[in-house]
Structures are given as C-alpha cells and as structure tokens.
C-alpha cells in the first residue's frame, strides 16, 4: 500500500470512528426522547444549575460585546475570569452561538454529541500512530473510549470532556519526541487542553509523566539498569520537559489570574484532616462492578468507584496483554507500572488529593479515572494486533473465570456488605442481579470470540458487541436521570425574562433579590435559581459555582443569608435590613415584581465608627443591630425581642427528637424573624400558627435568617418545631424589626446616597458628604482589582463589613469613579507571551543549525 492509500486509509478509519460515535450517542439520545429528539433535555444536576446559565451568559457577552472583568451578576459582584477559565474557554463552547438563549439545552445536546465525536476521531489517531498498525476494528476501540464509563457517568459535568479529547493527541505528540521529531503536537495540544479547562488539564499534565516513564521502560530492550537508562533518553526527556514547560507559561494568560482569583475562594483550605492522614483505601471491593455494565447511575452520581467501564472486551484483553507470548517483558513491565500508579492513586487518599490540586472534591471524588480507561484501552488494542488466539489454553480457561469472580465479588461486597462506614454508601451503587447476569454471559461469549476464533472471523461479532454494549450502558444512566423539560424550559425561560426586563437597569447599577423563578417548573429536581442573575443578564445576590468568593460568602451568612455550602449563596434568610445594605432595590418572585420599601442606592456616607465595626460570625441579630446603630444610634433597639410566653413539648416515640409549641404575643407590629444556634432544628418542618413555612431544606444545620411573617402588636403568635437538643429553647432567638424606625432611617440616607453607574469596568457615581461621615461604604464586594478615585484624585480603599468596599471621601461633593482591571491578567499575558516566544525561538534556533548542518555535507 503506497504512502497516499495508507493516508487515506487512516482518515477513513478517523471519519468512521467519529461516525460511530455519533450515531451511538444519536441513538441514545432519541431512546431517552432527548432534545432534539423529544421534549427532554439533559439539565439535570450541575448542567441546569450551573452550565446551562454559564453557557447562557457566555453567550450574552459573545453576541453584545458587554463583557466587564467585575461582573455584579456572579452573587453580588466578583472577578468573573476564574467562572471564564474554569467553565467556559472550551472552543466547543462556540457552539451555542447556533441557538437563541432559551434553546441553549438544545446546544449542549449537540455539543455532548460533537466531544464524542472528537474523542473517538482523536483516540483513532493516537492508536493507528502508535502501534503503526491499522485494522478495521481500531474505530471500535476508539467508540469504546468515546463512549467509556467516565464519560457516560459524568456528561453533566460537561467541561470535564475536553481532557478526554486532548489526550490522545498530547500522547501522540510525546511518541514524535521519542521518536526523536520535534515537539510541537505535546506543546500545542497540551497548551490548549490546559487554557480549556486548566483543571483537568493539570491532571492531563500530571499523566503525561507517568506516560513518558512508561515509553522510557518500554524502549528498554537491552535491559539497561535505571541511570543507563536516564542517561540514554536525556535527550528525549529534555526536549520533553522544556515544552511542558513553555506550555505551561504560555497557559499562564488563564492560569495565573485563575489562580489569583480561586485563592480567594473556600479551596485555599480545602481538605480535612482525615484526608490527608492515613492511608485508608478510598474505595472498597465494589470498584469490580465498574468493570461491567450498569454500574453508575442517577444515585451514585456523586459517591462511587472510579468510572471505568470500557467494555468487557477491554478488560478481557487487558488480561489477555499481560500473559501474551508475543509482548514483551518491557511492555508489560511499562504497563503494569502505569496501571499501579493510577489504581493506587485512586486508592490512598493523600495521593488521590495530588490529582485534585489537593483540594477534596466535593462529590465524583475520581476525575482522573478516564485516564485509567485510555491506559486500558490501548493496552487491549496491542493485545488484539498480537492476535489473542496466542495464548495458552490454560490462560484461554483462567481469564474469563477471573473476570467473572471479580464481577460477583463487587456484586456480593454491594448486596451482602454489613460494614457500619460505608452501608449508606454502597446502597447508592447499582447493583442488579440481572445485569450480573448478563455481564457473565458476555464474558463467557467474548472470552469464546477473542481467543478461540481468528480474529478475522470474531471482528464483526466483537464489534458489535462492544457497540451494543456502550450503548446500554449510556442509555441505563440516562434513563435514571430525572431530565428536565425542553418545551417548558424554552416558555418559562421567555416568561421570566419578560419579568426580570421590567426591573433589570440599562445603566443604573443596583441589586434585584429574586426568589421562587418560574424556571424551576421545567425541571423534574428541585431548581432554585443560584446562577438566575448570569442566565438572564441582572444583577442579583445568589450564586452557585466553583469561584465563590468565601469572604464574601462568609459576609452574606453573618447577614443572615442562607449557604448550604463553601460553592452556594441564597436569597433565602434576606430581610429589610440586609436588602438595604446590599442595594437591592426589587424583589422579584414569579411574576411579581415590587419595589424594596429599604432600598437606598449603593452606598451611603458614614462615620469612623462603621469602618471599624467587625461582623461576628453566628451573631446575625446582633450584627444587624450594630451596623444600624452605627449608621445612626437610637436609645431603642432596632430589632426588638421577643419573649415566649407558653412552651409545649412532646418527645417522639421514634428517637430523641421532640416536638415544641411555643406561643408570643409581639410587642411591635412588623416582620418578625428567627434564628437559632441549635444545630438539631430542622428549619423545613417549622410551622407559624398552623402554616408550613417554606424554607430551605436543612439536612445539616445551616443558620440563617428565618422570616416567620409579618405579624401585628399583641396578637399572639404560635410556632411548631422539632430538635433533639436539650436546650432547644435557650437556643431559638426571636426579633421584630421595628419597621417606622428602619423606614426613618432609610428617608434619611437615601437623600444622601450612592447611585452608580456601570460601564467598560468602571462604577462611576457622586455623593454628598456630611458631618463626621468621611468614607463612603458601598455595597461592592472589596477586590484587589478595584482601583478608586474621588475628584480626580487616587484614594486607598478599605475592607469593611466583612468583605465590603470602602472610600475616604474629599469634599463635600464627591464625584467617584471605581476601575476594575483582572488581577494578574497582565502579568499573565506577558508571561504567555515569554513562554510562546521562548518554545519559537528555541524550535527555529534547531531548524537553523539542521539547515546548516545538511548545507555542510
């Protein structure tokens, strides 16, 4: 076959694997009547709670231009370049460019299916470049990688799969090293698998060393001992490493202000001590159900085993590698290495944390695993170009019986475990009698196929099988999945944008404090709107992403504001006061809009006395009153307590948990509100005068502020709830806000107040100073990247309220102006620049002295 035949031989090969993929996952798709095949769509999880509104607002910024680098729709205002790198630099993102703003689950459908496609026409390529030998099942191997376990179990997290992608080509690129050819595939591709997504391409980066190890071992054929060995490919792991590391620096436009601004995020602190002391294993016998079909699904989503389902196939022939007569000792010494390097860290804890940055994932614990299903896969590919039929009767016997103990193995530890620790956990895991079955059954078949008939013979029937196989096995978790509804999702997404319009600013900055949108109808999971602000462009207070600011997190919670966790801040436990400070001037609730009676601007003039005021974690009543009366002191409180006149307890037959009856008859009229430091009381089953309040679900305590409803002066008030404390009572505060006061207060400032604009990254604004008030508090999270001035004039700003901004004021009239300019972006742009420049020029500084040498002989 001439050189042009073999070359399109081998595009042949690439279009047929990505053509399987497709229409697999097509096939899959229309199954599950997935949009836009039927009327489902795949939000469910953190694809409609994160990446559906993430990819919305890309998209806004894409079509209008109006990108800022502080955006005051991500909570209340931060950086938004970590939520760009971390979630949105993946070219396949362009895609949803094709589609209006409410059909963007339309997009992801087609962006799922378009990474597939390119997993499986980038795994074609690696594998028909490195063993140099093409066969027409090659494409089947790649579907199998496309469509693996890995990426079945974790599509809704869909910036993960670019790494899949990448992979094989940043492979390739090491093997033109080591073949002594330049290093331009490992710099490119590993450049752009890094600016992607920089977090998994760090685990990418951290393979690649593994991967070079194993080629070292595998070319070792004279048996050379280690430094021999070092000393022969200095050459090869010099040129290795000076383009991982220009790749590196030329990441760093998006890794060093992403690092910037995830350090002031919850994961600078990320790990607990049992995480990193011990060596406890980090998952059980149950990691050999992974090896068969229907071993992931909606229940195990966030606490399973290593994904690593690549077929049964796949693992026959990894068994059939390691006692092939035909492969050398070097190889599967190379491949034995590689393999115990991730299983074992995947299993010891300390280690695992390594490949996470060492920060604890928060759920899906193993994102690295589909780089043990790539090792597999390739090595089951070199076990078929070996011919199987090869190996001995006795292995021909022994493989398939091992393969199916340790299949019932990790059934039996699931079913029949009685282990305390981990009982809640393996009642998540998948575990049917009947899929045990059949995965036995298609052993015993493959093992018939694989080393008895030629493999000409078996080729088709292995085909299909693994095509059948990887379509059951994606179609079994997407058929778990509570999907959500496209038709409905394109009609509330229209109504509630219609809503929103009616109070989103042109120019004005100020907050909106939403609750209860009408998006959550078009979802099957409880939907609550964390990222509403960045899906429909307004500026809003909640939040839900990897990048959340934890001083400001921690600021809102000391106000009162509910946070289920380091990634989550709600509207919920918002009230009169903390709408005023943080310049919410609507409250929007379905389709109703009202205006905030408290609503003052973003901003007001006040004293020494509020700068220096410290906000005191769990002291949400008193941190409210303190900063009241440091705006303006009065002899009586501003929020007035209650006192409970009548208790009623009952203890529950079940357990320690006891039901109280508390009665109080308010002393003022207004909002009366609750919060409790006791860490039993369940804020979902409180009930005021007979009504079920709605609140966040509370499976652990998360204090915040509780609004019990506006009551009236004298009129008694009767509350229900349940705890397992003994000093349940003691433990339950209960205020009234004295609303004329409050509203006094309020008339006052807002003659006085900050009322900004914000455009091209800059607030701009003027106030009126008065007496005794020479700073102006504003209701901009304090960043590093802020720049003020007043008049003209440069000031320093300063860190009050917790994580609020600051400015001394000039003179009476003050015109401000606040710039933002993304920490670290310049430095990182020069860095690139270095890193790009230095990896060209050290590439044309060899290709001159080739030149010069071939122009000499």
């Keep these: 076959m001439n050189p042009r035949q073999s070359k399109a031989r081998f595009v042949a090969i690439m279009v047929v694997a990505a053509s399987l993929s497709v229409i697999v996952s097509i096939s899959i798709l229309v199954i599950n009547h997935?949009?836009?095949?039927?009327?489902?769509?795949?939000?469910?999880?953190?694809?409609?709670?994160?990446?559906?509104?993430?990819?919305?607002?890309?998209?806004?910024i894409l079509t209008t231009g109006q990108f800022t680098g502080f955006s005051f729709s991500g909570g209340i205002g931060e950086n938004i370049f970590p939520l760009l790198a971390y979630y949105l630099l993946s070219p396949f993102n362009l895609i949803v460019l094709l589609f209006p703003a409410n059909q963007i689950p339309i997009a992801i459908t087609w962006m799922l299916v378009v990474k597939i496609a390119a997993m499986a026409m980038t795994m074609s390529f690696?594998?028909?470049r490195h063993f140099k030998k093409l066969t027409w099942l090659l494409p089947i191997f790649a579907v199998a990688y496309s469509l693996c376990g890995f990426v079945a179990a974790n599509f809704v997290n869909i910036m993960w799969l670019d790494a899949l992608i990448y992979l094989p080509l940043i492979c390739n690129g090491i093997d033109r090293i080591k073949a002594g050819r330049n290093a331009n595939q490992l710099f490119i591709w590993l450049t752009i698998c890094i600016i992607a997504n920089y977090y998994i391409g760090y685990m990418v980066g951290l393979f690649t060393l593994i991967y070079v190890a194993t080629a070292i071992i595998n070319d070792n054929d004279q048996q050379l001992k280690a430094f021999a060995l070092l000393k022969i490919n200095r050459p090869f792991i010099n040129r290795f490493l000076f383009a991982e590391i220009c790749s590196g620096l030329t990441s760093m436009i998006v890794l060093l202000p992403s690092a910037l601004g995830m350090m002031?995020?919850?994961?600078?602190?990320?790990?607990t001590p049992s995480a990193m002391s011990g060596l406890h294993p980090q998952f059980g016998l149950e990691i050999f159900s992974q090896l068969g079909l229907g071993s992931d699904g909606y229940t195990n989503r966030l606490f399973r085993a290593p994904a690593v389902f690549s077929s049964l196939v796949v693992l026959l022939l990894?068994?059939?590698?390691?006692?092939?007569?035909?492969?050398?000792?070097?190889h599967k010494l190379g491949a034995l290495t590689t393999l115990g390097v991730l299983i074992l860290s995947m299993l010891i804890g300390p280690i695992n944390l390594v490949w996470h940055m060492f920060n604890e994932p928060s759920g899906s614990p193993f994102r690295y695993s589909f780089l043990l299903s790539f090792v597999m896969i390739t090595i089951a590919y070199e076990a078929w170009i070996a011919n199987p039929n090869l190996i001995k009767n006795r292995f021909k016997l022994s493989i398939p019986l091992v393969a199916i103990s340790l299949l019932i193995c990790g059934f039996c530890f699931i079913k029949f475990s009685h282990f305390a620790p981990i009982t809640n956990y393996l009642a998540l895991q998948p575990n049917s009698l009947r899929t045990l079955l059949l995965n036995i059954l298609l052993i015993l078949l493959l093992s018939l196929l694989i080393t008895v008939i030629p493999p000409k013979r078996a080729g088709i029937f292995i085909a299909s099988i693994i095509l059948a196989e990887m379509t059951t096995n994606f179609n079994d978790i997407l058929t778990s999945e509570p999907l959500g509804n496209q038709p409905s999702y394109e009609s509330n997404f229209s109504n509630q944008a219609a809503t929103l319009q009616k109070a989103t600013p042109k120019s004005n900055l100020y907050r909106i404090?939403?609750?209860?949108?009408q998006l959550a109808r078009a979802f099957q999971e409880t939907y609550l709107g964390y990222n509403d602000p960045l899906l429909f462009h307004f500026n809003g207070i909640q939040e839900y992403s990897s990048t959340l600011n934890e001083s400001t997190r921690q600021t809102l919670k000391m106000l009162g504001l509910f946070s289920k966790n380091q990634r989550r801040i709600s509207t919920a436990g918002t009230s009169a006061i903390s709408n005023m400070l943080l310049g919410a001037k609507y409250n929007v609730q379905n389709k109703t809009v009202t205006q905030n009676q408290t609503y003052v601007g973003m901003g007001f003039p006040v004293t020494n006395q509020f700068i220096n005021l410290r906000l005191k974690p769990g002291y949400i009543f008193s941190n409210l009153e303190n900063i009241l009366q440091r705006i303006r002191a009065t002899k009586n409180p501003y929020l007035v307590k209650e006192t409970i006149n009548q208790v009623k307890h009952s203890q529950l037959a079940t357990n320690s948990v006891q039901t109280y009856t508390i009665n109080i008859t308010p002393k003022i009229?207004?909002?009366?509100?609750?919060?409790?430091?006791?860490k039993t009381l369940n804020y979902s089953q409180i009930m005021v005068n007979g009504y079920q309040l709605k609140t966040m679900t509370n499976r652990a305590h998360h204090a915040y502020l509780l609004k019990l409803g506006t009551m009236k002066r004298a009129v008694p008030v009767t509350i229900t709830f349940k705890s397992s404390a003994r000093n349940a009572l003691a433990l339950i505060h209960l205020k009234s806000l004295n609303s004329p006061r409050l509203n006094n207060l309020v008339t006052e400032l807002r003659a006085y107040s900050f009322q900004p604009s914000y455009k091209n990254n800059q607030v701009r604004g003027t106030v009126t100073r008065l007496a005794n008030h020479n700073w102006l508090y504003?209701?901009?999270?304090?960043?590093?990247?802020?720049?003020?001035?007043?008049?003209?004039?440069?000031v320093t700003s300063k860190k009050v309220?917790?994580?609020?901004?600051?400015?001394?004021?000039?003179?009476?009239?003050n015109h401000i102006t606040f710039s933002y300019h993304v920490p670290g972006l310049l430095l990182g742009i020069i860095t690139s620049m270095f890193g790009l420049l230095a990896y060209c020029g050290d590439e044309l500084i060899k290709r001159l002295l080739s030149d010069s040498e071939t122009t000499k002989h």
């Design 34 to 60: 997935v949009t836009p095949f039927g009327n489902q769509n795949l939000l469910v999880g953190d694809m409609g709670a994160q990446y559906s509104p993430f990819f919305t607002y890309f998209r806004h």
């Design 669 to 678: 009229s207004g909002p009366l509100y609750m919060d409790t430091s006791d």
């Design 318 to 330: 990894v068994m059939v590698y390691f006692v092939h007569p035909k492969i050398s000792q070097q």
């Design 264 to 271: 002031q995020t919850a994961k600078v602190n990320p790990t």
């Design 801 to 813: 309220l917790g994580n609020f901004t600051a400015i001394p004021l000039m003179a009476r009239t």
């Design 778 to 794: 504003t209701a901009i999270p304090y960043d590093s990247g802020w720049s003020a001035s007043v008049n003209g004039t440069t």
């Design 126 to 128: 690696f594998l028909g």
């Design 513 to 517: 404090n939403q609750s209860r949108g």
